[in-house]
Nanobody, 119 residues
Framework: QVQLVESGGGLVQAGGSRRLSCAAS????????MGWYRQAPGKQRELVAQ???????NYADSVKGRFTISRDNAKNTVELQMNSLKPDDTAVYYC?????????????WGQGTQVTVSS
C-alpha cells in the first residue's frame, strides 16, 4: 500500500508559477510510473505529466513547455513545477502511482490539491 499526500496548491494569477509536491509513504524506487493528473469542474480527469522508473517523462500537449515533472526516488517525492499558468489550468491536481513489483496494474491516488488560476 502506498499513500500519497499532495501539497502546494492555492490561488495564483495568470502567468504565475506554482510548485506542487507529492510525498509517498514508502519507497517509490520500484514504482513503474509516478504522475500528476488533474480534474476541472465538469470534465474528466486527465493526465498532466508522468515520470517512469526508467527516467522518461511525458506531458499533456496543453502543458508542454510550461510544466516540468521531477521524480526523486531518494526522497520519495514527485513534484510538478508549473509556469506560465493559465485560467484553463484551474483544477484539482492529483498525484498518482502506477504499477509495483508483482502487480503492474495497481494504481494509487492522493487526495488532491486545488489549483486556481485567476485571470
Amino acid at each position: 500500500q502506498v499513500q500519497l499526500v499532495e501539497s502546494g496548491g492555492g490561488l495564483v494569477q495568470a502567468g504565475g508559477s506554482r510548485r506542487l509536491s507529492c510525498a509517498a509513504s514508502g519507497s517509490i524506487f520500484s514504482i513503474n510510473a509516478m504522475g500528476w493528473y488533474r480534474q476541472a469542474p465538469g470534465k474528466q480527469r486527465e493526465l498532466v505529466a508522468q515520470a517512469t522508473r526508467g527516467g522518461s517523462t511525458n506531458y499533456a500537449d496543453s502543458v508542454k513547455g510550461r510544466f516540468t515533472i521531477s521524480r526523486d526516488n531518494a526522497k520519495n517525492t514527485v513534484e510538478l513545477q508549473m509556469n506560465s499558468l493559465k485560467p484553463d489550468d484551474t483544477a484539482v491536481y492529483y498525484c498518482n502511482a502506477r504499477g509495483i513489483p508483482g502487480n503492474p496494474y495497481v494504481v494509487y491516488w492522493g487526495q488532491g490539491t486545488q489549483v486556481t488560476v485567476s485571470s
